[in-house]
């Protein structure tokens, strides 16, 4: 009998903890806050708004709802780190949720579910993955998701597309070089390592997933602000621990937030990781780290 009961109260702590996770995931979106000193003296203040990993497949219409919200917030600027798709007919509801935002100067990269759909895995082996993999295997495959519609949208819209590229942007008066890569999980992107502009007000390095090489030539090119996402802020959070994993190289400490990156030799960069808003389809679950967008407010 006290075995029974043992059993019968484990069962229904994990289906609980199971039911609040798929909870988590699909319904609490979160907009995180953030400021970031970076602009030279006397520039006015930019709200950057920070997109990562959505995820999107047609029929998540919550995530879509709120998604259209985030217009109400204002930004200056968005900047969307990838991951947007994950069914080859999320582009038209993914644009139509970002329509307003798409009113806003924006930059974008790729991640590698904006190139391949997701599969069906064993969760446990991402859990026992430790940082990840970043090439190899699950990519040795046709790129079947609709990523050539998704960066024609976005760029006829007026997004500045990084992947492996540099551009500018001036958002209320400060000039803002960006240096982008493609996809770091893939191996895509190209590192030129070559200085930033010097001449403009602001230097953004912007990537999918921060693995320390980009992260560490970013830095050394005088990027004064860092943006990526891909680690789902370890997706399951312990509390008092943190991220469990971030599929990537980065210490579990810096899985998402505001924090600093610094090679030697070199100033600090400040580093801004998204925890992202989705997940894969058939991972449905987030635990203490809810789905998130974030306004970073640069100042001077």
């Known amino acids: 009998m006290r075995l029974t009961r043992l059993l019968g109260a484990t069962t229904a702590l994990g289906l609980g903890t199971l039911a609040y996770s798929y909870v ?3 319904r609490r979106f979160a907009v995180r806050e953030f400021t970031a000193p970076v602009l030279p003296a006397g520039h006015e203040p930019i709200r950057v708004l920070h997109l990562s990993d959505i995820h999107l497949t047609p029929g998540q219409h919550a995530k879509q709802e709120w998604l259209e919200s985030l217009a109400g917030l204002r930004p200056d600027l968005v900047v969307d780190t990838g ?39 064993n969760p446990a ?30 760029s006829h819209q007026g997004w500045r597309d990084l992947n492996n590229r540099r551009d500018e942007l001036t958002v209320k008066g400060t000039r803002i070089a960006f240096t982008g890569v493609d996809d770091p999980h893939l191996r895509f992107d190209r590192l030129d390592h070559q200085p930033a502009d010097a001449t403009a007000d602001l230097r953004i390095g912007v990537a999918h997933a921060p693995y320390l090489r980009v992260l560490d030539s970013f830095n050394a ?16 959070q312990v509390p008092g621990f943190g991220a469990l ?14 924090h600093t990156h610094r090679t030697p030799g070199h100033d600090r960069s ?15 679950f987030r635990f203490c780290c809810r789905p998130e967008a974030t306004v970073l407010t640069l100042t001077g």
């Open 83 to 121: 991951d947007n798709l994950a069914h080859r007919d999320s582009v038209v509801p993914l644009v139509t949720a970002l329509s307003d935002l798409l009113q806003v100067p924006g930059v974008f990269v790729f991640g590698s579910n904006d190139y391949y759909s997701p599969k069906l895995k």
């Open 24 to 26: 988590e995931a699909t």
């Open 245 to 258: 994993v971030t599929n990537c190289d980065i210490d579990r400490a810096r899985a998402n937030g505001l």
């Open 125 to 154: 082996t991402y859990l026992t993955g430790g940082t990840g993999v970043d090439t190899g295997g699950d990519w040795e495959r046709p790129r079947d998701l609709p990523y050539e519609e998704l960066r024609a949208v976005l």
């Open 270 to 284: 400040w580093l801004h990781v998204s925890a992202g808003c989705g997940t894969s389809p058939f991972t449905p």
């Open 221 to 236: 090119a005088g990027n004064e602000l860092i943006l990526a996402g891909h680690t789902h802020g370890g997706q399951l």
